[in-house]
């Protein structure tokens, strides 16, 4: 069985995450035929994803992942979606970049791990610590050209000229 210092870095595994989550990483890559997949992949977390619990980027061999995923009743969530990733990246690998990103290749390895190949994750199995609404960010008010057009218009027509 491999083990997940030799496969990750420690600079591209972030210290947040679960130290087991490695070693479930080498497995499936080994079941996958990708076994040095892992060692190019850096895994970040992200407190910016609002709607998303994870995303892929096969060109930059990034994973991404919802910081809310590390709720304390989040960690086989928290699998499911590192699974779900790096079997994008495990897909554009093995099959080149022109696949679906939920295609039949896709479905096949994240059935191999042990996973259901479902694109989205239904609310109902979502723990509520990972559903949280984040708190609403304060947009500043921009002024547009537009009102800014209006504004010069009416200026030169009022009849105080300012």
């Not at 990103?101 to 989205?120: C, K, N, Q, V």
Request: with cysteine; net charge positive.
């Amino acid at each position: 069985m491999p083990s997940p210092s030799a496969d990750i870095s420690e600079s591209r595994w972030p210290a947040a995450l679960d130290r087991s989550l490695q070693l479930d990483v080498s497995v499936w890559c080994a079941a996958w035929g990708v076994a040095g997949l892992p060692s190019g992949v850096r895994v970040e977390l992200s407190s910016r994803m609002r709607r998303t619990l994870g995303k892929a980027y096969a060109q930059r061999s990034l994973v991404r992942l919802n910081d809310r995923l590390l709720a304390r009743d989040a960690h086989e969530l928290l699998r499911e979606v590192l699974c779900h990733e790096l079997a994008h990246l495990a897909a554009h690998t093995l099959h080149g970049p022109r696949i679906r990103p939920h295609g039949p290749e896709w479905r096949a390895l994240l059935m191999i791990a042990g996973h259901p190949p479902r694109a989205t994750i239904p609310a109902c199995s979502v723990p509520q610590e990972v559903l949280r609404q984040p708190t609403p960010r304060r947009r500043r008010a921009r002024r547009t050209r537009r009102v800014s057009f209006l504004r010069a218009i009416v200026r030169a027509f009022s009849p105080l000229g300012r």
